[in-house]
Nanobody
Framework: HVQLVESGGGLVHAGGSLRLSCVASGISRITFSVSTMCWYRQAPGKQRELVASISRRLSTNDADFVKCRITITRDNAKNTVVLQMNSLKPEDTADYYC????????WGQGTQVTVSS
């Protein structure tokens, strides 16, 4: 089955940057390349929400709360999707997960992002 492993989280001060990576295994490069891949986040006590997505044609969409502060990219040769986050705010504190659109694959363990004020 598909395994998603997220990394790159950590503790940063407000205004800082982080680069999150997600590697998908147990999936062919073809299947990965045609999947719209997304980053989600879940803050304590809140529901998981969509942060950004990137389609098979590299079309991207960002949630309003991260608009102009993030860049999502993918490397289909490596089954990898990356989320570059800049100008981080305390309200960005959450566990970040990658997955296909609508959470098609099994969820990974996520990577924790903590932004201090």
């Amino acid at each position: 089955h598909v395994q998603l492993v997220e990394s790159g989280g950590g503790l940063v001060h407000a205004g800082g940057s982080l680069r999150l990576s997600c590697v998908a295994s147990g999936i062919s490069r073809i299947t990965f390349s045609v999947s719209t891949m997304c980053w989600y986040r879940q803050a304590p006590g809140k529901q998981r929400e969509l942060v950004a997505s990137i389609s098979r044609r590299l079309s991207t969409n960002d949630a309003d709360f991260v608009k102009c502060r993030i860049t999502i990219t993918r490397d289909n040769a490596k089954n990898t999707v990356v989320l570059q986050m800049n100008s981080l705010k305390p309200e960005d504190t959450a566990d970040y997960y990658c997955n296909a659109l609508e959470g098609l694959f099994s969820w990974g363990q996520g990577t924790q992002v903590t932004v201090s004020s």
